[in-house]
């Protein structure tokens, strides 16, 4: 963290992907949204779909048009059973994957749940200027990712780099 940068709040979108989580139960969207909120940056949407590919990606999409909201997280659906699809819905919209978030989501996953951490499929990316995340389900996976990962990566501050310090190139061609 560097002293000499200012902090730069960002517009966060949260949505949840399940069939079963309603506001008053959606533990992983509530942490997300409280921990965002928490550093500074601001909630710019929040929205519970059904583990559908097409209502997935039809939210993210209408998110990555809107030029006001840096950064998009997703909960859920990236398990491995049929009903799990949020990875497929995501992937097409991306212009860049992350691959490295979630090879870096699983090892940091591993000394907390071991090999189970195998059975998340994070995932991670940019497209249209905006940055995606993909999370598991969990209130602790969702957790471990914005402790270890987003929060300092969403931080201006952060050095060596962060994602925020590349923003305004994310569009150049």
């Not at 779909?49 to 999409?61: E, H, L």
Request: a negative charge; one cysteine or more.
């Amino acid at each position: 963290m560097s002293d000499s940068r200012q902090f730069i709040p960002l517009n966060i979108a949260i949505l949840t992907v399940s069939d079963t989580r309603t506001e008053e139960n959606d533990t992983s969207g509530r942490l997300l949204v409280d921990r965002l909120s928490q550093v500074g940056h601001q909630l710019a949407a929040k929205n519970i779909v059904p583990d559908d590919i097409y209502q997935i990606r039809a939210q993210v999409s209408q998110w990555i048009a809107d030029p006001q909201i840096n950064a998009i997280i997703t909960t859920g659906g990236t398990g491995v059973t049929g009903r799990d699809g949020t990875p497929e819905a995501i992937q097409v919209l991306l212009d860049k994957e992350l691959a490295g978030f979630g090879e870096l989501f699983r090892s940091i996953s591993y000394s907390e749940i071991k090999t189970s951490t195998l059975q998340s499929r994070t995932l991670a990316g940019v497209a249209n200027g905006t940055y995606i995340f993909c999370l598991p389900g969990s209130s602790g996976a969702c957790k471990t990712a914005w402790d270890h990962i987003l929060q300092p990566q969403l931080d201006y501050r952060t050095r060596p780099c962060n994602f925020v310090e590349l923003m305004p190139r994310l569009l150049e061609t």
